[in-house]
């Protein structure tokens, strides 16, 4: 009987180990390849792509891309065409057969990338586009550019700015159409006024939030305050969101329905989500005790305008409470 067992028990392990090799595998996500098969050759210059590319090259003495043809100082490598697109040889010799040229519509988005910080790393050194959001959800160069066809006459846009950032950020679309608004769509100002699109390094305010893109100041501080500079301080008496929290803290830097651009329609519901009890607010009856007499009866209209008094209140070289 001990015998006849092993028996059984080494048949039945045979058996499930033919059945988990008959099994077919999963097939592993291949990893994103370069288009590099038939691209290379020579550099054979810029001049002869305008045989089959002339519209481009009519209008290319504008681009800024053109400075590597006409300074003659950079290598072949990154010289006008080529300098993207990479050597000519076999794209002209095989009568522009795919593959054979570096299209930037059919390569990986992180091809593309590297392909232009092979000249742009040094005019993005403050930026962190390898690790910003865009880059981490696909969106490259090619996403807001155009290289041949830019909508605008500086940095190459594929749309005009605001048309190109809010294609994305709709909700922030909608925040501009608020009564109370920064005048990005009337061209007052535009988002790269206080945002980096190439990626920003961590801020010294309200890092618990992570604000994205937002550009920082001088002395790291908020772009509100290149042009807020009243509210910049350092203040003998702060108001310590302020300083901790950043702008954000009260304020909706997109559009509200607030005029000051408050989080909230009116000022003293926004102050009594910190200020809800302590000292000697409140409200007096209703069985409820409280420090007698009460000089912010919330309910009261009078103390409902809290800045009316608190003139300082983002901070104060006189008073502790940010009377003056």
């Given at each position: 009987m001990p015998k006849l067992r092993a028996l059984l028990l080494f048949v039945l392990c045979a058996l499930f180990a033919a059945t988990l090799s008959a099994q077919p595998k999963k097939a592993s996500k291949p990893a994103p390849q370069t288009v590099t098969s038939k691209a290379g050759g020579k550099f054979v210059g810029s001049k002869a792509c305008t045989s089959c590319h002339q519209e481009i090259a009519d209008t290319?003495?504008?681009?800024?891309?053109?400075?590597?043809?006409?300074?003659?100082?950079?290598?072949?490598?990154?010289?006008?065409?080529?300098?993207?697109?990479?050597?000519?040889e076999n794209h002209i010799e095989t009568f522009a057969e795919p593959g054979t040229i570096l299209a930037f519509a059919k390569i990986p988005k992180q091809q593309v990338l590297d392909t232009c910080l092979k000249c742009h790393s040094q005019t993005l050194s403050r930026a962190n586009i390898r690790r910003s959001s865009h880059t981490v959800n696909d969106?490259?160069?090619?996403?807001?550019?155009?290289?041949?066809?830019?909508?605008t006459p500086q940095k190459l846009l594929a749309k005009t700015q605001t048309a190109l950032c809010t294609g994305c950020h709709l909700n922030v679309k909608a925040q501009f159409s608020m009564p109370f608004k920064h005048r990005v769509n009337e061209g007052f100002m535009s988002c790269t006024d206080c945002h980096n699109p190439h990626g920003t390094f961590q801020p010294t305010w309200a890092n618990g939030a992570r604000p994205r893109h937002v550009e920082t100041s001088k002395a790291n501080e908020e772009p509100c305050m290149n042009c807020h500079a009243d509210k910049r301080g350092p203040f003998v008496f702060e108001h310590s969101p302020v300083r901790v929290d950043g702008c954000m803290a009260c304020h909706v830097p997109h559009g509200s329905a607030n005029s000051r651009m408050l989080t909230r329609p009116v000022v003293f519901t926004l102050c009594l989500e910190c200020h809800n009890g302590a000292g000697n607010l409140g409200r007096q009856g209703n069985g409820v005790k409280v420090q007698s007499p009460t000089p912010h009866n919330m309910a009261n209209p009078a103390f409902q305008g809290c800045v009316n008094c608190h003139v300082k209140i983002h901070g104060s070289n006189a008073e502790q409470k940010y009377f003056r």
């Amino acid at each position: 009987m001990p015998k006849l067992r092993a028996l059984l028990l080494f048949v039945l392990c045979a058996l499930f180990a033919a059945t988990l090799s008959a099994q077919p595998k999963k097939a592993s996500k291949p990893a994103p390849q370069t288009v590099t098969s038939k691209a290379g050759g020579k550099f054979v210059g810029s001049k002869a792509c305008t045989s089959c590319h002339q519209e481009i090259a009519d209008t290319f003495f504008k681009n800024p891309h053109n400075k590597s043809v006409v300074s003659g100082k950079e290598p072949p490598e990154r010289t006008g065409c080529e300098g993207c697109h990479g050597p000519g040889e076999n794209h002209i010799e095989t009568f522009a057969e795919p593959g054979t040229i570096l299209a930037f519509a059919k390569i990986p988005k992180q091809q593309v990338l590297d392909t232009c910080l092979k000249c742009h790393s040094q005019t993005l050194s403050r930026a962190n586009i390898r690790r910003s959001s865009h880059t981490v959800n696909d969106v490259v160069c090619t996403n807001c550019h155009s290289v041949h066809h830019a909508a605008t006459p500086q940095k190459l846009l594929a749309k005009t700015q605001t048309a190109l950032c809010t294609g994305c950020h709709l909700n922030v679309k909608a925040q501009f159409s608020m009564p109370f608004k920064h005048r990005v769509n009337e061209g007052f100002m535009s988002c790269t006024d206080c945002h980096n699109p190439h990626g920003t390094f961590q801020p010294t305010w309200a890092n618990g939030a992570r604000p994205r893109h937002v550009e920082t100041s001088k002395a790291n501080e908020e772009p509100c305050m290149n042009c807020h500079a009243d509210k910049r301080g350092p203040f003998v008496f702060e108001h310590s969101p302020v300083r901790v929290d950043g702008c954000m803290a009260c304020h909706v830097p997109h559009g509200s329905a607030n005029s000051r651009m408050l989080t909230r329609p009116v000022v003293f519901t926004l102050c009594l989500e910190c200020h809800n009890g302590a000292g000697n607010l409140g409200r007096q009856g209703n069985g409820v005790k409280v420090q007698s007499p009460t000089p912010h009866n919330m309910a009261n209209p009078a103390f409902q305008g809290c800045v009316n008094c608190h003139v300082k209140i983002h901070g104060s070289n006189a008073e502790q409470k940010y009377f003056r």
